[in-house]
């Protein structure tokens, strides 16, 4: 099969079913703008079922044979993420039940109980009855589960299920109340059916039951995907599934859910245009490299805005090239599509002014029809990409138990914390560079990797600590930050020093936190002998350190602990270690990494430097490498100071962008 970068979206034929000549419309514009896949099924479940028992699944066999007949391709998805009104009615077990304990009426999306046996029953048979019919469509090329998966609840099945899982999990109930650090506040259990889930009308300070019961939430999604999958192989199925995924999502366990399909999915909806899009960018960027690397190989966007996304706070329209500059992006940190969600504007409800490839007047005379079919011309040219990998040297651990732990910790912070942008300082300073970037978790290898940043790696979970030492030991260089290494896997504070487990690393020890309040500021400032040689503001959160093998490059400037060490550098076996004290402005990382990169032989991918609103990526395939260079600046970019070479795949020349103009050159390996 010709290798094809997937493009389309999300297709809602079920809307418009009483309206053939706009079905038959949206089929001669799909294949003006060169849309050659949709997605179908998602929320279809009233239509696919609308009576229990009641299957009525020719509409959609119509609508595959006509996409298939214009040459588009189908991801099929299951309807699981909204119930019919009659299921609710009939077996309200499958509504969820809220913190509070109180059961939810029915409305909304993905407003069902995992647990429920009659939930489950009624995805299975569907599940089955499509994958059935539709699994061996030569349309059909991937399976979409569900939508968007999210949310938890709180009904006495799940409150059994969550026990069972504890007993599971501990053994017995004394390992869990030790664990749990019960004793403090009196709150030990007898028994594992004494528990209950957190909630604001009883327990939610018990850190080790909030943070198991995150754990179990994403335990029981994970497990009812995978009923879902289940019921498709069962019928047949043996295409590949997926998952679409969200923006920094904290909610659940990415890394253990992805584990459960063959191929990540996301949907990406950054808010352009309110700061400088290149920020935007790169924020968007580390999120597609967060999902690139969930599974190591390429990823797909399954959802993305042509235009104005309706559910933002506000409605912005993306400017002219932002269309195509954001599909190009997915595309260079991995993707293998450029999926929007819709293709046909709803015609009423909740996202009725959600952009659209084709908008409520009909037309392929505006705007975004145009710039739309101008990617998907762009796009069919790039076909070769396809099944090339995105190689990096440097990664950057960005850890969702982690942040769920240290957000419910009680302190050093209890509002700002600032994880996510702490993160971003390090991922922008090395963008900036002209490097990719892997961004992982604590249950990743590290030795595919030169350089490994951990931002405030508050939680050391499985042996992390010993794959820190194992790195360095053996010529690695790691970066760790303040507020690291302070608790185990339950949240329970180590004892005898933190960072835990790697002090001799480190080279140092912390021996406190200071809070700072919002507003207030310290500096860093350069210690004799150090690389750097200004002085930098921190904020937020300042470790102080006391240095016993490493030597101190920065130190404080301010408040009674002035003078103390902030930066600490230390050589441990073959390779090095250093530790950042404290939350320091962009322009410290920007320093900091551009002499570690000299240090390390860490070479950008261009041979040139990087202007100021520009992002460059690479991917690597069998004899060639694909440069990525695109402009976020709503201005014209000379980029001949990248000194770039190579066959221009997309794009104009080598020597100028335009306002968020992408170029992407195969140049020689």
Request: charged fraction near 25%; include cysteine.
């Amino acid at each position: 099969m010709e290798k094809r970068i997937l493009y389309g979206g999300d297709y809602n034929p079920e809307q418009w079913l009483d309206a053939p000549d706009i079905l038959e419309k949206d089929i001669q514009y799909m294949k003006e703008a060169g849309i050659n896949t949709v997605t179908l099924g998602i929320f279809s479940w009233s239509a696919l079922e609308p009576q229990e028992g009641e299957y009525q699944l020719q509409w959609m066999e119509e609508q595959i044979n006509r996409l298939y007949e214009n040459g588009i391709s189908v991801i099929m998805s299951t309807p699981s993420g909204a119930r019919p009104k009659w299921m609710a009615d009939k077996y309200p077990e499958v509504l969820r039940v809220n913190p509070d304990r109180q059961r939810i009426l029915f409305g909304g999306r993905h407003n069902h109980c995992y647990t429920s046996p009659v939930y489950r029953e009624k995805v299975r048979k569907i599940n089955t009855l499509l994958a059935e019919k539709f699994a061996s469509h030569p349309a059909v090329i991937l399976w979409h589960i569900s939508n968007e998966y999210g949310g938890e609840c709180h009904c006495p099945l799940c409150q059994k299920a969550f026990q069972d899982w504890l007993a599971e999990r501990y053994g017995d109930i004394e390992k869990l109340n030790k664990s749990w650090w019960t004793a403090f506040w009196s709150h030990t259990y007898r028994s594992f059916e004494e528990i209950e889930s957190p909630s604001p009308r009883g327990e939610s300070e018990l850190h080790g039951l909030t943070l198991d019961w995150k754990r179990f939430v994403t335990e029981r999604t994970a497990d009812f995907l995978e009923e879902e999958i289940k019921a498709l192989r069962a019928g047949g199925a043996k295409q590949p599934t997926t998952i679409n995924l969200m923006y920094d999502f904290p909610f659940l366990d990415y890394d253990r859910l992805s584990k459960s399909v063959d191929i990540v999915s996301w949907d990406s909806y950054p808010v352009w245009h309110k700061r400088e899009d290149i920020e935007t960018a790169l924020d968007n960027g580390m999120q597609h490299d967060y999902m690139r690397c969930l599974k190591k190989k390429p990823f797909l966007l399954m959802e993305s805005c042509p235009s104005a996304t309706n559910w933002h706070k506000i409605s912005k329209l993306k400017r002219p090239g932002v269309l195509a500059a954001a599909g190009i992006q997915a595309v260079a940190h991995g993707s293998e599509s450029v999926l929007y969600f819709q293709i046909r504007q709803s015609r009423g409800s909740s996202e009725k002014f959600h952009g659209a490839v084709i908008d409520h007047s009909g037309r392929d005379d505006t705007r975004v029809f145009k710039e739309a079919s101008a990617l998907g011309q762009g796009l069919a040219g790039l076909g070769e990409i396809v099944g090339s990998q995105v190689k990096s040297e440097v990664a950057m651990v960005y850890d969702t138990q982690n942040r769920w732990a240290m957000e419910g910790a009680m302190g050093p912070r209890n509002e700002d914390l600032h994880y996510h942008e702490a993160a971003m300082k390090t991922y922008k300073a090395l963008r900036k560079k002209g490097l990719n970037v892997d961004v992982i978790s604590e249950t990743s290898s590290l030795e595919e990797y030169r350089l490994v940043v951990a931002p405030m790696l508050y939680m050391f979970h499985d042996g992390f600590e010993e794959k820190i030492r194992g790195f360095v030991e053996k010529g690695g260089c790691f970066v760790l930050t303040y507020w690291s290494g302070i608790v185990d896997e339950e949240d329970r504070c180590f004892l005898g020093g933190t960072p835990y487990g790697v002090m001799d690393v480190f080279g140092m020890r912390r021996t406190e936190t200071d809070s700072l309040y919002t507003g207030e500021v310290n500096e860093l400032c350069p210690a004799a002998g150090s690389f750097l040689s200004k002085t930098y503001e921190c904020r937020n959160l300042c470790d102080l350190i006391t240095v016993e093998e490493g030597k101190a490059l920065m130190s404080y400037g301010k408040e009674f602990y002035q003078g103390t060490p902030a930066v600490v550098e230390n050589k441990y076996g073959e390779g090095l270690a250093y530790y950042v004290g404290a939350d320091a402005e962009q322009g410290f990382y920007d320093d900091f990494y551009a002499h570690l990169m000299k240090q390390l032989n860490i070479t950008s991918l261009v041979a040139g430097i990087v202007p100021e609103g520009v992002e460059v990526s690479a991917r690597s395939g069998d004899g060639a490498d694909y440069v990525f260079v695109q402009n976020f600046r709503n201005a014209a970019t000379d980029i001949r100071c990248m000194k770039l070479e190579g066959q221009i795949l997309y794009g104009r020349n080598m020597e100028e962008l335009l306002p968020y103009e992408s170029l992407v050159v195969k140049a020689g390996k």
